[in-house]
């Protein structure tokens, strides 16, 4: 008998895109963030980060060979879950802190529920909260200017630092227009990746450009967010001033940028993403006024991932030739 | 501005034939002629081992079912009479003929000598049904029996020039060598459905055949041609009549339903063979190409010509040579073998290296929903197929996939996803009937 052929279901092509090429893109777009964090906060920021990558990435080959998975951290999303945490946290925490939260964010977010593609929530926001309310006086307390940071050690284990309020604290108190010129350039203090809204940016164009991510939920959620600021001030600044400046101040660009448009945890249509944008953007706006921390971006979206599973649902394209159209 | 639908995806075209003039392959050793090479009941033989055979002559039918009869494509002795695995997996009978090169033809062929008109159009269906005419974009539906339900339903005939998968550029050639023979196919076709004029639907990468065209076309209001964005899957008809009508032909329906009829242009330029000359399907126009091959090129070769004998014509294989497709590469069929044959409906040959994808997990990117054009979500479907959530998937409108693989295409994960939705739509149909079947035994 001659040999057979090999046979396999149609398409027998490809596209280049893998799940790995995406993640390196994504790890490429986050460089400037974490560029300019290291420029602003010193060499202690990129240690963090070290960390937080290494344990995310550690903790999945850990998790993989003690369940006898196959190893999946070739992906390279235990990097990209890294680096997300590590920008979430203020460069005055304890090195073991990112250790640990890449730890919870990749064993008990992420591989516990399947891995890639099945957690339902965001690995490295769930971490960031859990360390939030586990560490509250690391997670919050220690937010120091740029001028400071710079003095701390890049490999103490803990450091000393006296905090300095965040803007985002003393928004309703008004903030002048320099200070939200140099809150755009990202010369403020607040968390390691989070202060230069400018290199979010540009990350964010280079994904756009590389049609990794699109448009629909940043913009649904920024605006929503920009429109209810300003439609319902708070303080006596003047309307636009307090928009901008919330807008501006933590984590809502990084939010809306990098962790709203998590695939896993974001719906699948176009109409799906403004929806979860629009209600991202509602919720930060909420819980930045009604709760009790200034932050409102990470638990708005972490919220936001449970409802996932509804929204793909009920924004279910209409079947081609099941609608109106296809009865004229 | 080039018509388009919406969804799909841009692929590297490689239409490296696109400048080869298809050249004819008459000399096959040997030829297997499958009795099912159309949708429907499969022929009867009528030959037996030991027979003399001439081109042309019908070697299988089955009059009565929907069936298209075939035809002898070589002159020469049945040597053999045997199941084989044909070109979608399932054993089918297949007539070997041992060419004796002398090209005799049979002397049963009966040509149009007179005006068209003079005939009516039940005869020319009778004819086209003789000629053994299949659909031959791929899908090999029995071209009679798509007349016979589209005169006095279609008002609008559309010709299928999309030729939309990569690699192959049959019809491209066909439309750049015989242009003349095409446009008197379609007139015969406008003549037969009773329809006022045709549209030749063509995508814009083929200039030169949109140019040809407008030059040979005298009667502009009969037919016309519309540009469509070169875009998969453009050719299939749903995203064909939606392009140009805006139209969306209804779930679970055919074109005729939205008063279109599509035929490809091979198989208009069969129609008017048949009726001019009276030769029947005998031959078929392949590209043959992939990274596998070494003189890529465009072939008219006898129906039931062996993989092997074509790669050998081409120079052979490479050595890194894995995969036979016979089809495009979206949508087309891996064969087992290299004995595989060319049947109507084969529109390429391709030669290709092994799979370098691993299959991996679904990221929920939401790739293939920006893909799908029938808006379906595939990475759900996928996912509730393979936990075997059929009724999930039929509620998600699985049996409306189309299969052009686009959402597959485009998958960082690498998941067959379209093989997930056809396991859901073979146990949907399975389930569908056997309901069918038990209610009526209730009855």
């Known amino acids: ?190 968390c390691i990746g989070e202060v230069s809204k400018l290199c979010l940016l540009i990350g964010f164009v280079y994904l756009l450009i590389r049609r990794v991510v699109s448009w629909h939920i940043p913009v649904a959620y920024l605006s929503v967010f920009f429109l209810l600021t300003f439609i319902f001030p708070r303080g006596e600044d003047e309307a636009i001033n307090f928009a901008l400046a919330s807008l501006l101040s933590g984590g809502v660009v990084f939010g809306s940028l990098f962790m709203a448009t998590d695939y896993a945890t974001s719906p699948l249509s176009a109409t799906g993403k403004l929806l979860y944008g629009a209600l991202c953007g509602a919720l930060t706006v909420f819980f930045r006024y009604f709760g009790s921390y200034p932050e409102g971006a990470s638990f708005a979206i972490l919220v936001m991932n449970t409802f996932v599973y509804y929204i793909d649902r009920l924004t279910k394209p209409t079947v081609f030739g099941g609608g109106a159209n296809a009865k004229k | 501005m080039a018509q388009t639908f919406h969804g799909g995806i841009h692929i590297d075209e490689n239409k490296n034939t696109a400048a080869m003039a ?65 070109a979608m997996g399932a054993p089918v009978t297949h007539v070997v003929i041992e060419n004796d090169c002398l090209h005799t033809v049979t002397p049963s062929l009966d040509p149009v000598t007179t005006s068209l008109d003079s005939l009516t159009p039940e005869e020319i269906v009778e004819r086209v049904r003789k000629a053994g005419i299949v659909g ?119 074109p005729v339903d939205v008063g279109c009829v599509l035929f490809n242009p091979e198989t208009v330029l069969s129609v008017y063979k048949a009726l001019s000359t009276g030769m029947p399907v005998v031959h078929k126009r392949i590209t043959v190409d992939g990274d596998a091959i070494k003189k890529p090129c465009n072939l008219i070769v006898p129906v039931g010509t062996s993989a092997a004998e074509i790669a050998e014509l081409c120079g052979g294989t490479k050595k890194r040579f894995a995969r036979l497709i016979f089809g495009g590469p979206m949508m087309g069929q891996a064969q087992w073998s290299m004995d595989s044959v060319v049947n109507k409906g084969t529109g390429a040959l391709l030669f290709l290296s092994g799979v370098k994808e691993k299959q991996g997990q679904c990221i929920r990117c939401g790739r293939c929903v920006e893909a799908c054009q029938m808006r379906l979500m595939p990475a759900l479907l996928a996912a509730y197929s393979e936990k075997g959530n059929y009724n999930e998937c039929e509620k998600l409108g699985a049996l409306s996939c189309v299969e052009c693989g686009c959402c597959t295409y485009v998958c960082p994960g690498k998941v067959p996803i379209v093989q997930y939705i056809r396991n859901a739509k073979g146990a949907i149909n399975d389930a569908r009937r056997r309901a069918k079947e038990q209610g009526g035994g209730k009855q």
């Not at chain 2, 439309?175 to 459905?193: H, M, R, S």
Request: charged content about 15%.
């Open chain 2, 136 to 254: 031959m974009g791929g899908a090999a539906f029995p071209t009679y029996a798509k007349i016979k339900s589209a005169i006095g339903n279609a008002k609008r005939l559309i010709i299928n020039c999309a030729e939309c998968e990569p690699y192959i550029t049959a019809n491209h050639r066909l439309l750049l060598e015989q242009p003349e023979a095409v446009i008197k196919g379609i007139k015969i076709l406008i003549y037969t459905l009773g329809v006022r004029k045709a549209v030749i639907a063509i995508e814009d990468n083929k200039k030169d055949v949109i140019e040809l065209f407008e030059k040979h076309i005298t009667d502009k209001a009969l037919i016309s041609i519309k540009v469509l964005k070169t875009k998969y899957p453009q050719g299939d008809e749903r995203q064909i009549i939606y392009a140009l009508y805006g139209k969306e032909i209804p779930a679970g329906k055919l």
């Open chain 1, 1 to 190: 008998m001659k040999s057979l052929l090999k046979v396999s279901p149609s398409p027998h092509v490809r596209s280049v895109a893998t799940t790995s090429s995406i993640m390196r893109d994504v790890i490429i777009a986050l460089l400037p963030a974490l560029i300019w964090g290291i420029y602003v906060f010193g060499f202690r920021a990129l240690t963090l980060t070290a960390v937080s990558v290494g344990a995310c990435v550690l903790s999945e080959f850990l998790f993989c060979k003690i369940t006898k998975k196959e190893q999946s951290i070739s992906d390279l999303s235990a990097v990209v879950t890294g680096l997300i945490l590590a920008f979430n946290l203020p460069v005055t925490v304890p090195l073991w802190l990112p250790a640990v939260g890449g730890a919870f964010a990749i064993v008990i977010v992420k591989m516990l529920f399947g891995g890639i593609g099945k957690n339902f929530l965001n690995p490295a926001l769930a971490a960031r909260v859990f360390l939030f309310f586990s560490f509250p006086s690391l997670m919050s307390g220690t937010f120091v200017t740029p001028k400071v940071a710079k003095t701390l050690s890049p490999i103490a284990w803990g450091v000393d630092a006296v905090s300095s309020p965040t803007v985002l604290s003393q928004i309703e108190e008004g903030v002048d227009t320099n200070t939200v010129v140099d809150m755009f350039y990202g010369n403020i203090g607040g």
């Open chain 2, 22 to 86: 298809a050249r004819p392959f008459a000399e096959p050793k040997r030829v297997a002629i499958s009795m099912q090479q159309h949708i429907g009941a499969p022929c009867v033989h009528s030959v037996a081992v030991g027979d003399h055979v001439d081109i042309g002559q019908c070697i299988g039918d089955n009059a009565g079912t929907l069936c298209c009869p075939v035809h002898a494509s070589v002159s020469g002795t049945v040597v053999a009479i045997e199941n084989r695995t044909g």
